[in-house]
């Protein structure tokens, strides 16, 4: 199994027996612990201050004292780590903590743990998760975990892993891979199985791209926050082949943006507005003819990997706006600045525009700074002046607008049309924010410019905070503390004697926040809290000398805590009291709920103060406006809080958007299915459940250590029984099962579980329809769902290529056949490529390449050194006679291309044969 650098792997050796070797589990343990860096108190780092230790024979742990803390009773003991041990009693191993009390109870063969919420345990040489309450969340029916990211972990069956939302147990990406780690979003790596491949994969299990010999991941690029706040993320790719290593750059959707892995590592790389910026060393830079400073060459790529700009230029900005790109330098002979057209379609290193300047900034909503001949002026994205070169400098750039001094010193807002907002204006600008505008004289006289209204006003005073809507300033006549709440936009004082104002979650959205004033309560002067609206008034909470603090919850919910009691109380926007009972904690606001805390129970209330769930349950959260869960056990309630199921589940999580999935049991946990309703479709008696169809559901069963699947209806009524190594769907009335009356091959039966055919398979795949791929003896051919033949069993493989189509080998030949089994070519190419999404695909034969569409018809000749698959733009690339070019889809050229070919190996596709139930 190849290792990763984004996810740590449990096991080398087969769990089972990794365990029969206790001092490595035990040296593990302890180096975690060493290596541990958020140690508190007396204890220095890396120093466990309770310890394991063996006596005659039995181990337990002492403190640094050398004192007996939890007694000398286990046969084996590992050091602690976050918490929890691993010990072995009786021959069988459980954890406790570090008082000794039991967590996981002693009845399994070995426990592996890494530190997270998961164990992996082990028992009769099967391995499966059980998580801190001792409940199994993954049935022990595997040969190794191992968890990763997200909720997720892969699952070996001895064949290949499995990824698995491990909060449901279901399968999230098939079994045809040795080995799966997270690489960036919601982007997988696996390493294909006997093999020395590698794949890139989504959460629906589609490969978006196939490696090469020893690829690793090696960098993921993201966005440069200081530029740009997108989150796309992209992979650098090495591959090793002899001595040789090549790369290659990924972008999320698993596509290659380089037509070919490069041999050289590159440089920097940067990712800005959409663009890949590749800066790296010059292939030629050795030869004498090459400037110093062409040690380095620039290339530019989109995110479909299309070249816009590439050469050895002085500098290339990288932070690329309205598609147009800043590079210094274009010859040997002048010194200049230039922008770049950043189109594909426009072609490489075109002009945007025929303009040089001396010196340029890049563009910002649509407009640019230059300078030509000592004068400052503005371009738009044409090259067109909006600004005349009579600027004299220029300062901030903010929403459109640009704030610039004149060449009378002065100062002056612009739009991106080259509109002044302001008159020229002589006091120095204190804030711009491209809306606001504020300067200031010598006298502390601030004048306030709003400039989307166009409206102005003055004020008198110091320490100014801006909020979306207000200012708060202090004035002459305010002591240091108090300030004064002004309208931002109109200049009305709200409000003379203002101490605090707390800003909202998102200060760009406004909405009511909490205030603070001086008030008057018998001619004596007190602090007051209330609730400052968006309209700008001030409601005042009542009681103020006896609030302890205040707290927003949300837009129209306040909770506030007295002083007298420390209990909490619950107001809305217009500090109005919604409920009259007190609460010793408020959780959240959701969908209209407020989840609330009594002595140490949970309820809910709406945001009338209605109590929806009383405070009962250990725990509660809202599934949606309609549905709400509450953990006694776990009950199902309407929006109104009835009860509709009992309160016997261990969780209730979503299935679908119709079906929850609820759980149920101790150490074994059973699963089943519940609508919204509470009505139970499947009862939680399952160790998995998975819909087939609405009235289908694939179900598994623990059967003398073994996991059994079948197939039951919306009524729990068996419809196939549940007896199988393996179920798959083929239609409503059909399937094909493992092991009908004892035999290990694979049949089809119909819902009366009567064999449909009196023939054995050794592999079955699933293809469309009601067709399915069947194995024997080693070879390959096509059955419907009952089992009548489509095709001869006569191919060495047959894989899907999409709903319609099927990609068959025959002694190291490929062609194409539809799903009633014709041939659409002759088994004659070498190799066929092909993408679900695109009609025309890469045949090869006899070292050339060419391209077929879906009915088999050659839309090219096999004239090709070498052809890509079409990308969205309609276009691909090939190699003729060692040079590369783009093509449309008749064929025709379209430009030279920059980059050779993406080399890819074509992997067959595997099927697992121990997994008991899939479909």
Known sequence: ???????????????????????????????????????????????????????????????????????????????????????????????IDKTGQTIIPFIYDAISDSGSDLLAVVQNHRVGCVNMKAEVVLPLIYDQVNCLENGLLTADYGQGDLLLDFATGEPVIPIDYDYIAHVAANLYRKDYMYSDGMALTNLQGEVLYKGLRNAKVIETIQSDDNYNSATQEFIKLESKVGDDYFYQIINSEGKALLPEPRKDSFGTINYYNGYIIIHEPNPVKNKKEIRSTDEYIYHIIDTQGNVVLTGDFDFVDPRINNNLILVKNQSNSEDKWYYYQANHQAGHNKLAFDKSFDKAEIFSDGMALVSKDKKIGFINTQGEFVVDLDIKTFGEIQKNRFLVVDKDDNFRVIDNKGKFLTAAIEDKPKYFNGDILIVENSEAIKKVYDLNRGTHFEIEGSDVELYKDFMLIKQPDNFNYRRTLVNLHTGDIIHKQVLDLQPTDDESQGGARIIEVVGYQNDKRIRQYGVLSQEGEIHLFDEPQNIYSIKRMSDDVFVVQKEDSYKFHIYNAQAQLISKEDYDDVKAVQHGYVIVEKEGLIGAIDRQGNKVIPPTYKDLKIVDDKVILAEQGMSLFNKNGKPLTPPIYNNIGYYNEELLNVDLGYLDKYTGLIDKQGNTIVPATYLAVKMLTPSLFLVVKAKNHTAKAGVVNEHNQVVIPIEYDGVKHIDAENFAVKGYNGHHGWTFINRDNQQIIKQYFNKVRRQADNRMAVRQEGKWGLVDGKGNAKSEMIYDDMVNINDTLIKVKKDAKYGIMNMEGRLLTPIEYDDIESSKDDELMVVKKDAKYGYIDQQGNLITALKYDWAELFNKNDTALVGIDHKSYEIDRTGEILRPAKYGRRAVKQRPQYEQEKRPATD
């Open 1 to 95: 199994m190849m290792p990763s650098i984004f996810s740590t792997r449990l096991y080398t050796l087969p769990l089972y027996l990794l365990f029969l070797l206790p001092f490595s589990t035990a040296s593990l343990a302890q180096n975690s612990d060493s290596n541990c860096c958020h140690c508190h108190g007396l204890h220095a780092c890396g120093t466990p201050e309770v310890f394991p230790k063996k006596r005659e024979g039995k181990y337990g742990y002492i403190n640094q004292q050398q004192e007996e803390v939890i007694p000398f009773i286990y046969e084996y003991a590992a050091y602690f780590k976050h918490g929890r041990a691993v010990v072995k009693k009786e021959g069988k191993y459980g954890v």
